[in-house]
Structures are given as C-alpha cells and as structure tokens.
C-alpha cells in the first residue's frame, strides 16, 4: 500500500530550482551585455532594458514560489481550466483589433507595459489538456470521446495564436499537444491523420505568405540575401563564428553593437556565442537538457495524471522553445520570433514561464511514501 504525502523539501525538486535561477540571473546578465549600448543610445540609460527584465524576474519568482505553496490539483477545477480558455481567447481576440506591431498582432500595450496573449495560451493549453485527458484515463483510444475533443479545443487556441501571425508560437503549442497526447496513451496514428489536414494551411502559411516566404529563401541561402531578409541570420552567423570556443569576453562582443537586430531578444544566443564561446553556448544547453530531465522526473512521480500531464507539458513546452530559438540562432530553421525561455528580453515570456516553472516545482514536492 502506498500514500502520497507532500515532501518536506521547500521548494520542490532542488535542482530544477537551481536550474531556473541560474538560468534567469545569466540572463539578466546577458540582457545588460546585450542591450547596453543601444539603451545609452536610445533612451539615455544603459540600464533601461535590464532593469526591466530585473522587474520581469522579481514577479515571476513571486509567482513561482506562490505556486510552490498552492496545490497543483485545485488548478484541476472546471472553472479555472475554461476560465483560462476564456481569457486566452478573449485576449486573443482583442489583440487582433489593436494596431499592428511590427506586423504582427501579438501584443497588448497598456501604459507602458505590454502583455502577450499567446504565453497565457499556452499555459491554458497545457492545463486544459492535462485536465481533459486524467477525465478520459481508460479511454485515450476513443477517437470521438478524446481525440477529437481535445484536437478541437487544442486547435482552437492555436488557431487564435496564428491569426495573430504567430506561427512559432502554433508549431510550439502544437508540439505540446502532440506530446501530452501521445504520452497519455492517444495512438500515435491519430496524430497522422490528424496532421494530414494541417499540411496544405502549412504550406499556405510558409510559400503564400510574403514575409515568411522571403525569410524562407534567406534560410536556404542567407548569403544571397545578406542585405535583407537574410541580415540578421548572417549577423547571427557571424556572431557565433568570431566566438571560437571561449569567446571574446563578457560585455566584448561586437555583433551587437548595431550589426544583430534584436540582439537582446530573439537573438541573444547568437551574443552568448560570441561572448562566451562554444563552451558558455554549450553549458546553456546543458542546463536546459537538465531542466527537461528534472521535469521529467517530476512528470514519472507525480501523484496523479493531472501532475504528469502538467510537468510533462509545461517542460517539454519551456525546452521545444529554447530548442527552437537556438536552432533559428544557428540557422537550423527557418527565422522566428520564439525568444529563449529564461534568457531573452521580455516580461510576459519571462513571467509566464516563471509559472510554468512553479507548478512543475509544487508537483515536485509530491512524493510516493511506503506505508509501514
């Protein structure tokens, strides 16, 4: 016989803990080196992006250790789980009649803050999910009571996130999906079918989409198009190359000195190549290959499928992320806007994650405890 207790270990898993914090102040840190410069230029204050993320960060911990605290399994309430939905898509919506920021509908701006819908999507996403499929235990294999339902829902939201011009985000949320479905025991041919349909709006989105089009034939041949749609992956490139193996220095990087467009957002890896060469890159993904190990562990031992399916989502969603923005930065894939969990610029990315991060840390803190 066995009983769940809750550990008394604080804050959850120790290491995932550590992970998440070291990750966060390094990137404070790399946010300074890489924004530096243009903020003295720009808005008469070297600190002013820092700072900001430092704002970021200090919320995001708040939330994180609150979560720690809250029991996960109250998250499991129908009114929460479609509350969630709600909102999302509420926010969703609007941000689709607000004006355009550099061509996309992604964010809302309110005195001087911005918030991006599509990070509490996926937040909602993953708790939807893990709430729907511990309803169908037992019946994951029926395509009209789980499948389909959870595809409708799922693709809805992510539906949402690409009207918005955000199609990193989709393939993210999309990733997820396929993940948590497949691990709570949906048969992976549904999944075939189910991306059959999806292939021609891919095809639509990629090659009759100007902008995406063009960044298509930059990742091909960036070279070609150094002088355009190619630029910023070439100035990545470069980035990384002049970073040999031990780079040239906290704070000596050159690319980011008005050569790497967002250097201290979507392309801030490329600064911590450069900086700190193949070894501080490399140790970056090291701590995000220990972050989804402790995440998964915390998915194998947690209490209930509602614990699994949540730890299991939110670490598969934080690492496909920062996975995905390196392999932009390195260009393995195409250009995306997909900032790096934990690292980049931004607030709402940041906090959200942070979040994601205290759940995963509060089912942690479950352990299995043999009855004497």
């Known amino acids: 016989m066995f009983r769940i207790e809750l550990a008394e270990t604080g804050y959850g898993d120790r290491l995932l803990l550590a992970t998440t914090v070291g990750l966060v102040l390094f990137g404070s840190l790399m946010v300074y080196s890489a924004s530096a410069v243009m903020a003295q230029q720009e808005y008469n204050n070297q600190f002013y992006f820092f700072t900001k993320q430092i704002f970021a960060a200090m919320i995001g911990f708040l939330g994180m250790i609150a979560l720690t605290k809250f029991d996960y399994k109250h998250l499991k309430n129908p009114m929460v789980v479609y509350g969630l939905i709600f909102l999302s898509v509420f926010f969703l919506a609007l941000v689709l009649v607000l004006p355009a920021v550099k061509g996309t509908h992604r964010f809302i701006r309110i005195l001087g803050f911005s918030f991006q819908p599509s990070e509490l999507a996926k937040i909602a996403l993953v708790i939807f999910l893990g709430y729907f499929l511990e309803k169908r235990a037992g019946e994951t294999r029926d395509l009209k009571r789980t499948f389909i339902p959870a595809v409708i829902i799922s693709g809805f939201l992510m539906g949402m996130v690409l009207l918005g011009k955000d199609?990193?985000?989709?393939?993210?949320?999309?990733?997820?999906?396929?993940?948590?479905?497949?691990?709570?025991?949906?048969?992976?041919?549904?999944?075939?079918?189910?991306?059959?349909?999806?292939?021609?709006?891919?095809?639509?989105?990629?090659?009759?989409?100007?902008?995406?089009?063009?960044?298509?034939?930059?990742?091909?041949?960036?070279?070609?198009?150094?002088?355009?749609?190619?630029?910023?992956?070439?100035?990545?490139?470069?980035?990384?190359?002049?970073?040999?193996?031990?780079?040239?220095?906290?704070?000596?990087?050159?690319q980011k000195l008005f050569?790497?467009?967002?250097?201290?957002?979507?392309?801030?890896?490329?600064?911590?190549?450069?900086?700190?060469?193949?070894?501080?890159?490399?140790?970056?993904?090291?701590?995000?290959?220990?972050?989804?190990?402790?995440?998964?562990?915390?998915?194998?031992?947690?209490?209930?499928?509602?614990?699994?399916?949540?730890?299991?989502?939110?670490?598969?969603?934080?690492?496909?992320?920062?996975?995905?923005?390196?392999?932009?930065?390195?260009?393995?894939?195409?250009?995306?806007?997909?900032?790096?969990?934990?690292?980049?610029?931004?607030?709402?990315?940041?906090?959200?994650?942070?979040?994601?991060?205290?759940?995963?840390?509060?089912?942690?803190?479950?352990?299995?405890?043999?009855?004497?």
Not at 203 to 212: D, I, P, S
Not at 219 to 237: C, H, I, N
Not at 280 to 307: E, T, Y
């Open 259 to 372: 050569y790497l467009p967002e250097a201290h957002t979507d392309f801030i890896y490329a600064v911590i190549s450069e900086e700190l060469g193949l070894i501080g890159a490399g140790i970056v993904v090291l701590l995000f290959l220990l972050f989804l190990w402790r995440g998964i562990k915390s998915a194998q031992h947690a209490p209930d499928m509602f614990g699994c399916m949540l730890a299991l989502g939110f670490s598969v969603m934080i690492v496909s992320q920062a996975f995905f923005n390196i392999s932009v930065v390195l260009s393995l894939v195409p250009a995306k806007g997909i900032p790096l969990p934990f690292i980049s610029y931004g607030g709402t990315s940041l906090m959200f994650s942070l979040i994601a991060v205290g759940i995963i840390l509060n089912i942690s803190n479950y352990i299995n405890v043999e009855k004497s």
């Open 167 to 254: 199609l990193g985000t989709t393939l993210i949320m999309a990733l997820v999906t396929g993940v948590m479905l497949i691990v709570a025991g949906v048969p992976v041919r549904y999944m075939g079918v189910c991306v059959l349909p999806v292939l021609p709006l891919l095809y639509w989105q990629l090659f009759h989409v100007a902008y995406r089009f063009e960044r298509l034939k930059a990742f091909l041949d960036p070279w070609q198009y150094a002088r355009d749609e190619g630029f910023q992956v070439v100035q990545s490139l470069i980035a990384v190359g002049s970073g040999g193996v031990k780079g040239l220095g906290l704070s000596q990087g050159k």
